[in-house]
């Protein structure tokens, strides 16, 4: 008997070493939050916007290495924000309502973590590209327009 309790205990105190590297890992994550706002006319692919930067005047002299860097990332989903590109896997992707009306603009916002950024470049509107992970979303900011 004295030996299935001592069994017990040490299951039990393995267990709660597991929960307690659980709720460590999850709250340094928490900690680490960034919230982003980015426009709800997404998500896109990321080859295709690789593909936009490579060929597209508008992001002329763009960063070869970063350009490099995202094509290194697979299949991932793109948002615009005003200075970011944002990418993401689908699952986070997901979690981000899209629409497109022409009277009004919808920004959507949401909290991650990010995990790199890297500069796009000397282009004429530069921004920066951020992998993100993470994704949850708070909500939305709309802009009308008098038609």
């Not at 896109?44 to 490099?68: A, C, P, R």
């Not at 950024?117 to 709309?142: A, F, M, Q, S, W």
Request: aromatic share 12%; proline share 3%; net charge negative.
């Amino acid at each position: 008997m004295n030996r299935s309790l001592i069994a017990i205990v040490i299951v039990l105190v393995a267990i709660l070493g597991i929960f307690s590297l659980y709720a460590i890992d999850h709250s340094s994550d928490d900690l680490n939050k960034t919230t982003l706002n980015v426009s709800s006319e997404g998500p896109l692919k990321l080859s295709n916007v690789i593909e936009d930067i490579k060929t597209h005047d508008y992001y002329k002299g763009y960063d070869n290495e970063t350009v490099e860097w995202m094509e290194t990332l697979g299949d991932k989903y793109v948002w615009f924000s005003l200075d970011e590109i944002v990418i993401m896997d689908k699952w986070d992707s997901d979690k981000i309502p899209s629409q497109y009306v022409c009277d009004a603009s919808f920004y959507e916002i949401f909290s991650c973590n990010v995990m790199e950024k890297h500069p796009l470049g000397n282009t004429l509107y530069p921004r920066d590209v951020v992998l993100v992970k993470n994704v949850e979303y708070i909500g939305e900011d709309v802009i009308s327009y008098e038609v």
